[in-house]
């Protein structure tokens, strides 16, 4: 994956709520543009969503371990590949 997948992702209209798998098989979903912040190498993302919207973590995930990429409201099995 490039940093240009997750600013196309991040920026689409209407934006898309997604989940990335990464190599390890964690998932880490993000359902709100502000919820992903980006590097040069890696996606910062936004975990443990408190009552008011605001993350209460962040995970950093580098974009040669993010396996892939599934849309959240998609069926089990659908998945974007790299």
Do not use: N
């Not at 996606?43 to 605001?54: K, P, S, T």
Request: hydrophobic share 40%; net charge positive; glycine share 4%.
């Amino acid at each position: 994956m490039t940093v240009q997948t997750f600013r196309d992702l991040l920026t689409a209209q209407p934006f898309r709520p997604f989940r990335l798998v990464m190599s390890s098989g964690e998932k880490y979903e993000v359902k709100h543009p502000e919820m992903a912040w980006l590097l040069r190498t890696d996606i910062l993302v936004g975990i443990d969503e408190a009552r008011d919207g605001l993350p209460t973590r962040f995970k950093i995930c580098s974009y040669l371990h993010v396996a892939a990429i599934e849309p959240i409201d998609a069926p089990v099995g659908s998945r974007r590949k790299r």
